[in-house]
Every structure is written in C-alpha cells, then in structure tokens.
C-alpha cells in the first residue's frame, strides 16, 4: 500500500473543497501557458482565475457569515478568525536579565516561576496524624465513596467540554464524550478498583501547563498565569468524585462562603453584603468595611492541614488514604511555543485543573467565619469580607481585633494574607465619621487610603454622579471589547451593538436617579438591584 503524499500547501480554514480544487486547476492550466504561449492555453487559465477570485471572495463572505451567526454557540470560531487575522502568530518572546531567550529557554523559565510557588519540603501527609489532630473536631455524620456508579461515570463524560485543550496523554475530551456508551463501563471498572486500593494513577496526576497573560507586559514570565490541563480520564474521575463528596458535605459548609457553590455567585455574595449595610447608612450609621485575600492561596494550601480538615469534616480512613494518594506526587510540565519543559512536583497547594480542588479549597477555608467574634464575614473564595456597624470606638476595635484573628489564622496556615485592605466609610458632610480603623494602632495593612479597591459606601452617597460614571464606562468596556472584533472588520451590525449598550446605559441612568430622589432611600427594588449592579462592575 502506498503512502498518501501530504500537500504542501496550508490553506485557510475558510477554503472549500470546491475552491482548492479550482485552484489546482488553475495551476494546471498556468503551466500548460508557459509552456505553450497560446493564446487559448491563455484564455483558458485567465477564465479560471477570474472564476477561482470570485470563490475566494464567495467562501470569505460565507465563512464570515456563518461566523457571526453562531457567535453565541461557536465562539471558538470568532477567536479563530481574529487569530487568523493577526500579524504576528508566534508566541512572545521572553526577556529575563535584559537577554532575549529561546522558546526552550523560555518554557524552562516559566517552569522555574510557576514552581517557586510551591513549598519546597515534600508534605509528610500521614493519615493516622491527621485523624489524631482533628480529635474532637470529628463531630459530623462520616463521609464515604466506596465505588462510583455507571450513571455517575456517565454523567461526568457528558460534561466534558468537546473542543478543550488535550492533557499529558493527548486525548481529546470529545473521544470520551462521544464513546460514553461504550468506554463508561470499562472507565467505571478502572475508576472503582483505584477507590478499592486507595491508590490513583501516577499518570492521572500529572498536569499540563499552558502560560496565559493576565496583563502587563507579555515579555516577562511574572505576568502570565499557568492553566493546569489533565488527561480526560482523570477529568471524569476527579468529578463524579468530588459530585459524590459534595452531595454529602454541602449542609455543613459555612453560610458565609459563596464560591464555588450551585446557585451562589459573586451576586448573591454583594446582595448578602448590601441588605446588611444598606439599613445601616440609609438610617445615618457608619459600616466599617474590611476587605482580605489570601495571596497565592490556591498553590500555597498547606497539604498536611488539608488532610487534617478533611479528618475534621468527617472522611473515613479509607476516603483519607485515596486522598493521601490524590496529592502525593503530583507533578506538572509547562507548554510553550511547542517545546515542554522539565517536570516538577507541586508539594503544595489543592489539585489543579479539575473540579476537586475547589472543594478541598472549600474545607480548607471552611472555618474562617467561625473565628469572627463581631464582625459580619462574607466570602467568595478566597476573597474575604469583613464588616461591622460602628457606634463608638469600642466597635472600632472589635473590628480590628476580629482581622487580627483573620491574620493570625493565615499565619498558622502558611498563605500570606491581607494582599488587600480597605475601609468604606460614609462620605459627604451631613455625618459625622467615626474615628477610622486605620488610625488604630497595629492596624495589618499595607495599602494607602487612596488604593484601587472598591469603596462600597461612598457609592451610596453619590449616587448621580456614579450613574453618569456608569454610562462613560459601560462606553469604554464595549469599545474595548469590540477592538479585536473591529480589527477582524466582518460584523456588518457592529455599529447597532455598541449604540444599544450605549443606549440601555442611558436608559438605566434616569430611572435610577428618579427612584432615589423619589424615595430617598435605597430600599427600593429597583434601586437595590440598580446599586448591586454597579457595585457588580466595581464603580
């Protein structure tokens, strides 16, 4: 049998069969002209390529179409277009020490980044000590999975995303959602004798890393983010696992956290916060706000305290020692410009690029609403929100003294904390402030009075000017959304999209300065739901 000649020539995604095919006909027919020099050799080879510009410009305007068609359910396909459309499609090049490196230079140095995060010290993870340590704490009914279901397996399969990037072992995760019937049993089997002898997969815990920029400049590592890939199988493990886990914890995690959770959001976390302060200032008070985050806290997770938490919440020795497994040895590779780098360990930090790590994030920070003596805590994640009414200074320091718990917390568990701190206080002149808790001494902070941060209760007391804020900058957000779209030049309704964003801007704006000058109060619904959205968009 002999080998099928691969073509030489890459085509646009845009090319039809039709079109390629008339191409190659028109080389054919151009050849034949040279040769000859005849004048119907001629004739015949100008015909062709008058037909083949007008499939060129046919197939473009039709690709494009489609394009912007389906916007809303292939958005991969407008990114691919745009990328189509760049200049320059190589990745950056990467500056350290003021010298250009190579793409292999450059995919070790964001190896040597990305795992400076972790600790360095392999965890001792021992589950006896672990249950030993959590003691008393044990108080909740014992959490289990001896063996996944066949309709647990399945529905994992399903959710995969067909068109994701491939892990370490290059399966794509459409094979395994389009082969559910067939490989769900046999995945079932695999999955079910891991949980039998505790014991995962070495090649299921390793991840592939892929650096995206998070802003600033391209050219340097510290700007970029890593993105944990593993293979599918261990995908669909990891989630009809933690499906299964957190069916069973979910009625004894705090209230007060707000991510990662079904029916919770960062909305339902600013709805929570505003019907608290809302009472308070629109009766003249004062709301001392503090806002927290723990800095790396996802890749700094300390394991050996994480094991302890899962002892706390109730996992049996047998749920322990499959998590013992799940988080020793885990390693990564990073992925750049085609080249790979080295592997190295992640000895800290809960599980990436799967849906466990979320939920052992969650128990981790499980407790940190119950070390609040006074003040109200809400939490999204690991962003922390501390507030308090103040009435006299003795409020004042209560609030300080329940931050210093939050610190000395963080401090035991190894994440730095407090990378932001902010105080909202009512502005304006008809209240008299109480004294700032930035003006206590020992206060933890690190940031100005003037920081970038949200300041919820000033917004309360500008109302009209914030809304006109709104307006220039839902303008702003939609031109700058719109650029890599106006570069591509293919959205004939472009100029109608961003008039009508322009335009519900406008119209929200009046009606939300005549509900509150109606009512004087933001107790309303309308101007409830109006301020939660503004303060959504951090204005």
Known sequence: ???QSQSKYVYPRWYTSELIQQIKKKAKLHKHYKSTKSVVAYREFSQCRAEVKNLIALSREQYSNCVEANIKYEPRSLWNYINDHRANRQPPEIIENGEVLSVGQSVEAFANFFSSVYAGQKPNLNVEAAIREAGSSNTVAMISVEKLQLKDVQKAMQGLKPKKATGPDRVPPY????????????LRHIFNLSLKETIVPEVWKNSKVVPVPKGGNRSRVENYRPVAILSSPAKVMETALQRSIYSQISPYLADAQHGFRPTRSTTSNLLSYMSDIIPVVDSGGQVDAAYLDFKKAFDMVDNDILLKKFAEVGFTTHLLKLMTSLLTDRKQYVEYGGCKSKEYFTRSGVTQGSNMGPLQFLLMVNDLSGVMKNAKCLIFADDVKLSLSIENMEDCTSLQKDIDRVVLRGKLQHPEILQRLCLSVPGGNMRRRKALLLALPHAHTNLLKYAPVIRAITILNEVAIKTDLFCCTLAE?????????????FISTLPTFMVTLAGCANMARPIFINQFHSTNSFTSP??????ATLMNLGL
Do not use: N
């Not at 094979?175 to 046999?186: F, G, I």
């Open 526 to 531: 309308l101007a409830f739901l109006t301020l």
């Open 477 to 489: 957000f939609t031109r700058c959304f719109t650029y890599p779209i106006s570069i591509a030049t």
């Open 175 to 186: 094979v395994l959602k389009d082969c559910c019937t067939v490989l769900a049993e046999p």
């Open 1 to 3: 049998m002999g080998r």
